[in-house]
């Protein structure tokens, strides 16, 4: 009878292990302490709190999804129902905080497609993440995590990633992966973003890549980015 | 007057019904204005006063290139880090700029 048990959980561990496709949806918890207006703080500290507050606390309602093949992947971020007592400038500002556009990966080429200064564009970029994985476990869910910390030279902020070797799928939330295992919890300083629930299917599902907006890459975009800005400035 | 005005009237019509019917007519007539009269509320007259045009103490329009350089630092660490983010925040403050 043991021998059948163990034979019963050995099988449904590995179709859980074999499942190359599924849906994932992600739950956002904003992190708002850091937020509030104190005594310290001059106008403009304190005008920028209370808007990024009020943004912040609206990607409580989003949700995030990804779908993935063993080799393809799309995130992007849902907005549920149209909600006409929300800021429209409000809820961009949200969406941008946790990642705007969809993001979408093939045979491990990343595309973000974006609307940005009111034209799409389409910005790909071939350089996986780096991450440094640390022997930190943690239980969320009915998975075993391991800690992640995003190697970034260029972030003022510190990035965690807890993965799950469990789930063999090299992605995540709103562009972030190359680990090895789905991302079921993402840390940042403002926001945790965690798996709430996950589908596995049968068969490939139907991903399509981003196609309008003009295509160019992460260092083009960086430089036009720039440039927009100074130019702006100096005006 | 009125009274004694009427009945040189009536005398000159000399009929009883129309001697009836102007008497009740300045029955009516004379309540009505007695009533008026004491209706009558007097309005003292006082000018609207003229409205103060006060001038509000001056507000600086926000510097939303600064609000906005303000959000990205406190997003991300740095004026710089995150265009996405400081043009959404940019917008949200001069919508009229992104329109």
């Known amino acids: ?235 | 007057m009125l009274l004694a005005g009427l009945k040189k009237i009536s005398l000159i019509l000399n009929t009883n019904t129309m001697k009836k019917i102007i008497l009740t007519l300045a029955i009516i007539i004379s309540a009505a204005v007695l009533l008026n009269a004491n209706t009558l509320t007097v309005v003292p007259f006082n000018p609207i006063p003229i409205a103060e045009n006060v001038i509000p103490d001056a507000v600086d329009p926000p510097d939303c290139w600064a609000i906005a350089d303000e959000e990205e630092e406190m997003y991300c660490g740095y004026v710089g880090c995150s265009f996405f983010f400081w043009e959404q925040a940019y917008c949200a403050c001069d919508p009229w700029q992104c329109d």
């Not at chain 1, 409580?60 to 990804?66: K, P």
């Not at chain 1, 965690?194 to 399509?208: V, W």
């Open chain 1, 1 to 235: 009878m043991k021998n059948i048990l163990l034979l019963l959980f050995l099988a449904n561990f590995q179709i859980g292990f074999c499942q190359t496709s599924a849906t994932a949806v992600y739950k956002v918890e904003p992190i708002t302490q850091h937020l509030l207006v104190n005594e310290d703080d001059d106008d403009l500290r304190s005008r920028a709190k209370i808007n990024m507050l009020r943004s912040l606390e609206l990607t409580a309602d989003l949700e995030i999804i990804v779908k993935f093949n063993q080799d393809e992947y799309i995130s992007y971020i849902d907005e549920g129902l149209p909600n006409d007592a929300i800021n429209a400038s409000d809820l961009r500002v949200a969406m941008a905080m946790l990642g705007p556009g969809v993001y979408y990966e093939k045979n491990n080429i990343k595309y973000h497609q974006i609307k940005t200064m009111g034209n799409n564009f389409i910005i790909k970029d071939d350089a996986p993440q780096k991450w440094t994985i640390t022997k930190e476990l943690k239980k969320i869910g009915n998975y075993t995590c391991y800690k992640a910390i995003l190697d970034c030279a260029k972030c003022g902020f510190e990035t965690i990633a807890w993965f799950s070797p469990e789930i063999s799928a090299t992605y995540g939330p709103v562009g972030n992966g190359d680990l090895p295992g789905l991302i079921i919890e993402l840390n940042t300083r403002h926001l945790t973003i965690r798996m709430s629930k996950i589908s596995f299917a049968k068969n490939p599902l139907n991903l399509k890549k981003p196609e309008k907006g003009k295509e160019i890459t992460q260092a083009e975009f960086e430089t036009m980015t720039n440039r927009v800005r100074s130019q702006a400035r100096n005006d």
